[in-house]
């Protein structure tokens, strides 16, 4: 095996993070700091699986484009044959759909940590917030995007990690290993348990992984995910252990207001300061997938995938504008993701297995286990968001 040097490493590590910056959101932050003050560290091994199954999905993903040259929504195309395009249009629409109705969210999230420190109208911020993701987002070069987020990641994960290590005292460690690794189902849990999945293993991250896995090595590749979503697991699980320490209903300010009680001023600070770096690395990544997605899956050129962000983009700024969600579109997208995760996981399976596709690198026995059991969860997780849509439609 290929080993980097702390260079390389580093580098690959800021060049992944962009993983990172796509699930860990302001509803990362929402279901994790609900999940730690709802159920305290029950529910952390619903966590630890999404940080294994983001793991081995992205990793089989970008092993897909490295060896064969060509991208996940291409491999889909070749194996499905006529069909491959229909399913390959049904699949972008989704995955559109996902990012455009959680864009509003995203830019909310950021505005509402940049309020925590100051008192400044909303509809400025979303302005302001959306004209620097519109710059980050215009920049031509993934590599020059995917590290300037990777230091925004980095800037955020230490105020989460300190939140969280601050969060619980030393004789409570013990409690949080159990429950990292022995599941437990509390009564009424069941929608925390797939929300907690769902924020962190989404189906555009795995177009994401592919477009931007061209050019590297497989080591290179792997140590990169790795790193790069074991650090953004890290920063989940320390979001919601900071959660354990709100009582009552869980919201931003209230997050705020008891951090800044139980670690001084800074607390406060620091939740924001996460908060923002959540929201804003959310904001570009979100477009920015959307647009990688409908060029693997459409073969879109670049002016194309340019009108695709920022139509994205402009869908949440006027949803941020109005300070409101676009409810009957979440719905939809929930639906969508609901069909999406699986049918891809699917995809993958069967691809990573195939001689004529993948001469090397194909699964390991122990690869197709992992996906296999991550399959399973996936299809379940999708009926429940299925289910879950149907029920806010009713």
Same mark, same amino acid.
């Given at each position: ?18 993983? @990172? ?28 699986? @999404? ?29 499905? =044959? ?26 909310? =999230? ?55 290590? @601050? ?22 849990? +069941?929608?925390?348990?797939? =929300? ?13 992984? @592919? ?78 997938? +959307? ?42 997208? %929930? ?11 699917? %995809? ?47």
């Amino acid at each position: 095996m290929k080993y980097l040097s702390f260079r390389q490493g580093l580098s690959g590590v800021l060049f992944w993070s962009i993983i @990172s910056a796509a699930f860990i959101g302001p509803g990362t932050v929402t279901t994790c700091g609900l999940a730690g003050a709802t159920y305290g560290t029950s529910l952390l091994w619903a966590l630890v699986f @999404s940080i294994g199954a983001t793991m081995v999905l992205q990793e089989a993903a970008a092993r897909l484009t490295i060896a064969t040259g060509q991208n996940l929504g291409e491999i889909i195309s070749l194996r499905l =044959g006529a069909r491959g395009r229909g399913v390959n249009r049904a699949l972008a629409v989704g995955v559109v759909l996902g990012c455009a109705a959680y864009e509003a969210g995203n830019i909310l =999230g950021a505005v509402a940590g940049i309020r925590l420190l100051l008192d400044l109208p909303g509809w400025v911020l979303t302005i302001l917030i959306s004209t620097a993701a519109y710059f980050f987002l215009s920049i031509q070069s993934v590599s020059v995007l995917s590290r300037v987020l990777g230091v925004v990641v980095f800037g955020m994960g230490a105020a989460f990690i300190w939140v969280g290590t @601050s969060a619980l005292e030393p004789e409570r460690w013990g409690e949080v290993v159990w429950h990292s690794l022995v599941p437990s189902f509390p009564a009424g849990a +069941a929608v925390l348990i797939t =929300g907690l999945v769902g924020t962190t293993v989404v189906p555009y991250n795995l177009f994401l992984a @592919s477009g931007i896995g061209k050019g590297q090595s497989v080591a290179e590749m792997r140590q990169g995910i790795i790193l790069a979503v074991l650090i953004g697991g890290i920063i989940s699980v320390c979001i919601l252990l900071g959660g354990t320490l709100v009582q009552g209903t869980f919201s931003y300010q209230n997050a705020a207001e008891v951090l800044s009680v139980r670690l001084g001023t800074y607390g406060r600070s620091l939740y924001a300061i996460g908060l923002l770096g959540a929201g804003f690395t959310s904001v570009v990544t979100a477009p920015f997938a +959307a647009a990688l997605t409908t060029r693997s899956l459409l073969g879109f050129d670049q002016a194309q995938s340019r009108r695709v962000w920022q139509g994205v983009l402009l869908m949440g700024f006027f949803f941020g504008l109005l300070d409101t969600r676009p409810i009957p579109i979440i719905i939809a997208a %929930q639906a969508a993701n609901g069909l999406l995760l699986p049918f891809i996981t699917w %995809q993958i399976i069967r691809a990573t297995s195939d001689a004529r596709i993948l001469p090397l690198h194909r699964n390991t026995r122990l690869q197709k286990f992992l996906l296999g059991l991550i399959f399973l969860v996936t299809a379940l997780l999708g009926a429940s968001s299925l289910l879950s849509a149907f029920k806010s439609l009713l």
